[in-house]
């Protein structure tokens, strides 16, 4: 299989991290005899850097090209400490959300058997995890119509029908291979979009008998998700509350450098870990590069390079269990990086090639 992949590392850690999901992808593609093309661009804070613009047109180019985008990290704590910046780091990413109309978010949550005594929560708590959280990426109070006047600032929120229905047709076929539930996260009891949110919903689920549709405010699943997250299938919810939980549920794990998620479009998608760019351990070599790996593992899955895929899940679960790890996991590591990102390449060009995808 032949494929062009855009890459772009973005700001912070995500130049270091990206190094080793390439690295991944390119044990992959050596083993498998598939021939991945990475082409780079630029976005964020460095683009800002470069050309004053966080979202250059050559990098929108190289996405429309691509067929698919690995992407790392964006933002720089000089924007962020200063409120009147009129140009963003963030403004980059959410600009190439809404530009490929990247509209469902997909950000799984499990737990790691070799891991579960370093979550912050209880293992007997957090032991059976397995969710996915579908979060609304091109809508809502992320892109509504934003202002300031004498009177102060504003947001707008808004949300279509067919916003709604093209996500949640999505998660609905999601959970029919899953555990067949779904949880929609509102605020049904205040906001009229979540009210459009519930009657969509609700009529979409009268299709899918099978599934369970459950209904719940997002202030009682900020609480449900870390009381009893195991009672989670499928999350489905509107752009920032999916945004606010989907870190919540990031502590389950036990290290936000373990999530992946895969941004999905009509034409195209684009596969980032959750973590943000980290700026105090940029250059460092300190960064975990696993949940960027695994984020090059959804993208092998987009391809239906299945065993590709598995293989790389597996050597970063063997990762785990070796403790070939960065110091987040383990402080007595000793490890950075490049050293994880080299161990899972090696193990995957060392072990024996998994049956061929038919
Ligand atoms: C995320 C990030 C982004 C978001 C930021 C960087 C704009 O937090 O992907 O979750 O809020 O969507
Ligand atoms: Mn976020």
Known sequence: ??????????????????????????????????????????????????????????????????????????????????????IRPEQ???????TLGLFAN???????????HRSPLKEEIIRNTDLVIFRELTGGIYFG???????GSYDHCVYTAEEID???????????????????????????????????????????????????????????????????????????????LSDAASVIPGSMGLLPSASVGKDTSLFEPIHGSYPQAAGKNIANPLATILSAAMMLESFELFNEAQEIVEMVNQSLKVGSVTSDINSESGLGTSDVGNYIAESILQSSQKEVNA
């Open 166 to 244: 093209r996500i949640t047709i999505m998660a609905f076929k999601a959970a029919a291979t899953r555990k067949k539930k779904i949880t929609l996260v509102d605020k049904a009891n205040v906001l009229e979009t979540s009210r459009l949110w519930r009657e969509r919903v609700q009529t979409i689920a009268a299709s899918y008998p099978e599934i369970t549709l459950e209904l719940m405010f997002v202030d009682n699943a900020a609480m449900q998700i870390i009381q009893n997250p195991s009672s989670f299938d499928v999350i489905l919810t509107e752009n920032m509350f999916g945004d606010i």
């Open 106 to 116: 997909i950000r799984p949550v499990a737990v790691y058997e070799s891991l579960i």
């Open 1 to 86: 299989m032949k494929k062009n992949i855009a890459v772009l590392p973005g700001d912070g850690i995500g130049p270091e991290v990206i190094t080793e999901a390439v690295k991944v992808l390119s044990a992959i593609g050596e083993k498998y005899q598939h021939e991945f093309i990475f082409n780079y661009g630029d976005i964020g804070a460095s683009a800002i850097d470069k050309s004053g613009v966080p979202l250059p047109d050559e990098t929108i180019k190289l996405c429309q090209q691509a067929d698919s985008i690995l992407f790392g990290a964006i933002g720089d704590p000089k924007y962020d400490n200063n409120p009147n910046a009129n």
């Open 92 to 98: 980059g990413l959410l600009a190439l959300r809404k």
């Open 145 to 151: 119509k934003k202002g300031k006047d004498e009177n």
